[in-house]
């Protein structure tokens, strides 16, 4: 590099380094060595307890209850999300009638991107107070009300949607709900980025392929999937951090915020009760660093998983 | 006894800053954790230093300037702007910030190791754990505030104060929380419903079931109540346990005795409660607060257990010639303490430790707590005042209800401490009482998970045990 353009390329730097120092890194740092504390978050004393709080962390049956949680939607919501997602954008660019030359998306794609993309337009927790009213468990719920209409409800019994802690699946309904809403406001933003990453894909491979005489599943699996393998795999990282968190729409929609009952308990509920109601936050200052580690890890596991030689077009 | 009540809807803001919160929460968990401490040496008051005089007892400075944050929950903030006009009267020289919030805890526990503010009202869904508060040496004790004269009237300050106040403000034999409001929970029907059907309200659980049937053949449910937030119907099941069993049965309850909540009287208390629930007699659905409450406005439900602000917090949507009437909670003819009322003071003023002027802090609380102030609170929030006799002028049925409820309460008033002393039994009993109100498990196993979790706060090292002796 030539002399002054490393000092040009520092100066535009420096601030935003500095910044993010100050108040991303440094403040991680913080809660790393609070975690070796039992500070309790209102005074400015606190005592040095080693790794007494991480050994606790394995035994704390609520928090072990919050992992699972978490796993759960760990793998349900990347692996639909990402389904519905590539299949809609499929469908948008690719997927339109083969009757006529050329590869176009389904009639009135436009509009549809439109629609899909809407919810990203909107902050996690307005979606979380609409679904409220949408999942509300009376007949004035949206759901519910229409269902009542109709007589596939009963007025006595109505859907109790995040206040059901009842399994299905194995898994407590409340997370089911919570995962639909999950998956609605996130394919939109994938569908998106996977239309991008298709229409960088020459339109030959596909002129070409259907000349051969592939069909429209053909095509998918044989020339778009194992084009878009990076961006899915992208895709799949960003949607893992996602499923870790999950805070907003627990926080908001279940009862007692983590409730019925523990129910829908995520690492992040845990992490608030424990600090800003039990007053301790050296304690929950070492489960957000359990949680950062194992994000981390997983996304390095992700990567690597996925990685493969690049193709170029 | 702190009262973490009005749950108010989320407004645009709250939600957007919640959305903030919810944001950095997600992965930087760490960093918003971390993001609050800091070490800083004590500052010497600014505000102090001045002569005391019976109309200045702390010495508070002219020219010096107090920070005041008020909770704008269910009973709004009017009130406090008119304390500030009555403090101006003797003050006119002290500069009062006063600024309003719903979010106490989001707000004003990031300050509170470093520069906070002068006098918070911790109060609402969002505010702060008070035993933590205490414990870490947070906030300051009042002592020298109940031996200060009365602004307005004779005699100190903690003669102006209704029964239990001054108890509910105290922690390990110092008082620190000074509770502005006085609330009363009951049972609310409408008077005017209940007069044209001829029906006569209940006061044993005999008379609602028996009268129950009578509601569902109007299309009425006899009973709704918050089933969203734990606390709601844990107010119900602890004023029953109360009844049944007696005072000294809760008293053992909040100090861990062993065995404190398989006592007989205990699971009498509760059974009702199952039954209520069994014989379908709940509004269906799982509805908040709000909801919950203007089901019962719009003639769904008969009856809604809550507390005295009710009808403030629906001041816009009660219908018109609705009669909110209060009355007390159902018992049983044997029970050993029927006709002690819950009730107790609530929305509490914390002064923190490292305020920079607490003197003016606690000038203003006696400005808060005058005769004039009280009786301007209860003027406007139709909720009695900690301070006698706030509630003699106020002409509404809603408020003269509960006034003469307190004039029936020849007892002791019931209160429940275990929720303030121990987050861990205060998550455990909000989810288990909305187990036991939604069907989910009986009686019998309420009392038993509740004990496990008593027991097992017992025997855990890390939690600061408290001691309640009356």
């Known amino acids: 590099m030539r002399h002054g353009v490393a000092r040009f390329v520092t100066g535009f730097l420096a601030l935003p380094v500095a910044l993010y120092l100050f108040y991303v890194v440094w403040p991680f740092a913080q809660a790393a060595g609070y975690s070796l504390t039992d500070w309790g978050g209102y005074s400015d004393t606190q005592n040095f307890v080693g790794l007494d709080n991480y050994v606790r962390l394995f035994k704390d049956e609520l928090v072990r209850k919050a992992f699972w949680h978490n796993v759960f939607f760990l793998v349900t919501l990347p692996l639909i999300t990402i389904t519905l997602a590539l299949f809609l ?14 590869v176009r998306g389904v009639f009135g794609s436009a509009l549809y991107k439109v629609i899909f993309f809407f919810p990203i337009t909107l902050s996690l927790v307005v979606i979380a107070i609409m679904w409220q009213q949408v999942y509300r468990s ?18 006595d019994n109505p859907i109790a949607f995040t206040a059901d802690p009842e399994p299905f699946l ?22 998106v980025l996977f239309s991008a990453a298709m229409q960088s894909i020459p339109k030959d491979i596909y002129e070409a392929a259907l000349l051969d005489g592939a069909s429209r599943v053909h095509t998918f699996f044989r020339v778009t999937l194992p084009l878009l393998r990076d961006t899915v795999a992208v895709a799949w990282v960003y949607l893992g951090f996602i499923a870790l968190d999950m805070y907003a729409l627990v926080f908001v929609m279940t009862p007692s915020q983590g409730g019925p009952n523990h129910a829908s308990e995520i690492f992040a509920s845990v992490i608030n009760f424990t600090a800003f109601q039990k007053g301790q936050f050296g304690y929950a200052c070492a489960m957000a660093v359990a949680l950062a580690i194992f994000t981390m890890v997983l996304a390095a596991l992700q990567l690597r998983i996925t990685r493969r030689d690049r193709i170029e077009l | 006894m702190s009262l973490p009540r009005e749950f108010p809807d989320l407004t645009r803001r709250t939600l957007l800053r919640r959305a903030a919160a919810a944001g950095l929460l997600a ?5 918003l954790l971390a993001a609050c401490a800091g070490n800083e040496p004590d500052r010497p008051s600014s505000g102090g230093g001045a002569e005391k005089s019976k109309d200045n007892p702390f010495g508070v400075k002219d020219g010096s300037s107090v920070k005041v944050v008020i909770f704008n929950g269910g009973l709004g903030d009017q009130w406090a702007k008119e304390d500030k006009a009555i403090f101006a009267e003797k003050h006119p020289n002290i500069t009062v910030n006063m600024s309003s919030t719903q979010k106490i805890k989001t707000e004003e526990q990031p300050k509170m190791a470093t520069t906070p503010s002068d006098l918070i009202m911790n109060s609402g869904a969002d505010s702060m754990d008070r035993s933590t508060l205490i414990n870490e040496g947070a906030i300051e ?6 031996t200060a004269p009365a602004w307005d009237s004779e005699g100190t300050v903690a003669d102006s104060l209704l029964p239990g106040t001054v108890a509910d403000g105290t922690q390990n034999g110092k008082f620190y929380v000074v509770n502005i409001a006085f609330t009363v929970w009951g049972n609310w029907y409408n008077a005017a419903l209940f007069e044209k059907e001829g029906w006569q309200p209940p006061t044993t659980w005999d008379e609602f079931f028996a009268l129950a049937p009578k509601i569902k053949a109007k299309g009425m449910a006899p009973y709704v109540h918050d089933a969203v937030h734990g606390y709601y119907p844990r107010w119900a099941l602890m004023a029953s346990i109360w009844k049944a069993a007696g005072k000294q049965a809760v008293i053992n309850i909040d100090n861990l005795e062993d065995g404190a909540w398989q006592v007989d009287g205990v699971l009498k208390g509760l059974e009702p409660w199952e039954k209520l629930v069994k014989d379908k007699l709940l509004l269906p659905g799982q509805l908040n607060h709000t909801q919950s409450q203007q089901a019962w406005l719009d003639g769904k439900a008969a ?15 009660i219908p018109p010639g609705f009669e909110l009437t209060l009355s007390d909670y159902w018992s049983n003819p044997d029970d050993v303490a029927a006709k002690d009322v819950f009730a107790g003071s609530g929305e509490g003023f914390v002064v923190p430790s490292k305020a920079p002027n607490k003197e003016a802090a ?27 006799g706030s509630g003699d002028n106020v002409q509404d049925s809603a408020l003269a209800s509960a006034n003469a409820l307190m004039k029936q309460a020849t007892g002791d008033l019931i209160s429940v401490k275990f929720p303030d002393f121990y987050a861990d039994l205060d998550k455990e009993s909000q989810n288990l009482s909305e187990e036991l109100m939604a069907g989910r498990i009986t009686a019998k196993q309420f009392v038993d998970k509740m004990q496990a979790a008593a ?16």
């Open chain 1, 89 to 102: 954008a499929f469908l948008l660019n690719v997927g339109g009638r083969g009757n006529r030359a050329g």
């Open chain 1, 138 to 155: 009376d007949d004035q719920g949206l759901i519910n009300g229409v269902l009542m209409k109709i007589g596939l409800v009963d007025r």
């Open chain 1, 170 to 191: 194995g898994v407590p309904a409340v997370l089911w709900w919570l995962l639909l809403i999950a998956v609605w406001s996130g394919v939109g933003f994938y569908m």
């Open chain 2, 27 to 31: 992965t930087p968990a760490a960093g």
């Open chain 2, 141 to 146: 004790p009042l002592d020298d505030l109940l």
């Open chain 2, 303 to 317: 009856f809604i257990q809550v507390g005295t602000w009710l009808k403030n917090e629906m001041a816009a949507t």
């Open chain 2, 362 to 388: 606690k000038e203003f609380l006696r400005a808060v707590l005058s005769k004039k102030g009280a009786a301007r609170f209860a003027e406007l929030t139709k909720s009695l005042a900690s301070t006698k």
């Open chain 2, 455 to 470: 027991d097992k706060v017992k025997k855990d090292d890390s939690i600061k045990k408290q001691t309640r002796t009356a």
